[in-house]
């Protein structure tokens, strides 16, 4: 286990641009607001966002805690770290599968966390090293597949999904994002990216359609600005199913830690 946490939530894609760092941030905003002690790390090493999402200024660095740890950050009632704490903001990081992986463990295990009920794992694209090193050096609770309704972004998502079956992650369901294009000037409704995609991809795999979110420019605009929509519209529609994704995600772990309250993970 990692000190100071209790349930690991790894919230992955298949692939980039379906606002998966956009939904982690909302969802961990919506668990806390549920009453729990929230944690979030972003393990994008190529390219966090989380700082920005967060509203964290650049240049501001986690202080040590001890001789081998540091402080997460807080933001919005949550305790955050990333890469982007560690280095400048324009800094690219140019390293091999393995340094990122090294790095992406320093992150989880030399970071202070204090008493989480939950961290929500933001993690990269793809089925890499980062998602290995998780699912083989850490007990994971659960994960939660972020998706659009179009059908390429489906294929990766499905490829998420067998990534963790594999390696004894329970998945706890599926979030459709850009479900519904709204129009800014009448409100007029529209499926640009198909209908339906989630709700498929959870019935193929007997797993849940944790919530469906629009296609909304203020959702972008809002954690542009470092105030994610559960933070600057709270009674607000998308804030509102951001707290219904929260409380299914804690009913599937209260489930699978009464199915089985010790899981095994192989090297």
């Not at 700082?51 to 919005?76: D, S, T, Y």
Request: glycine letters at 12%; charged letters at 20%; aromatic letters at 6%.
């Amino acid at each position: 286990m990692i000190e100071g946490v209790k349930h690991i939530v790894a919230v992955a894609s298949g692939k980039g641009g379906v606002g998966k760092s956009t939904v982690t941030v909302n969802l961990a905003l919506a668990m806390a607001a549920e009453g729990y002690r929230v944690g979030l790390l972003d393990a994008d090493i190529y390219g966090p966002s989380q700082a920005q999402m967060l509203g964290i200024a650049p240049g501001v660095r986690p202080q040590p805690a001890g001789e081998n740890a540091f402080k997460p950050l807080e933001a919005h009632g949550l305790q955050a770290m990333s890469m982007a704490f560690m280095v400048d903001v324009d800094e690219p990081m140019v390293w091999r599968g393995p340094m990122v992986a090294g790095a992406f463990q320093q992150l989880l295990n030399q970071t202070a966390w204090k008493d989480l009920d939950y961290l929500f794992v933001d993690m990269p694209p793809g089925t890499g090293d980062v998602q290995l090193t998780l699912a083989q050096k850490v007990p994971v609770s659960g994960a939660v597949i972020v998706t659009t309704p179009q059908d390429i972004a489906l294929l990766d998502a499905k490829k998420g999904i067998e990534m963790f079956r594999k390696v004894n992650v329970p998945v706890l369901g599926v979030v459709e994002n850009m479900s519904q294009h709204i129009c800014s000037q009448c409100g007029h409704q529209e499926p640009i990216f198909g209908s339906g995609g989630g709700e498929r991809i959870a019935s193929q795999y007997q797993t849940r359609l944790l919530g469906q979110l629009p296609l909304d420019g203020t959702i972008r605009e809002q954690v542009d600005g470092g105030k994610p929509s559960v933070i600057a519209d709270p009674e607000g529609n998308v804030a509102q199913t951001f707290r219904q994704v929260a409380r299914a995600v804690a009913e599937g772990i209260e489930a699978q830690s009464d199915e089985s309250p010790t899981i095994s993970f192989g090297e």
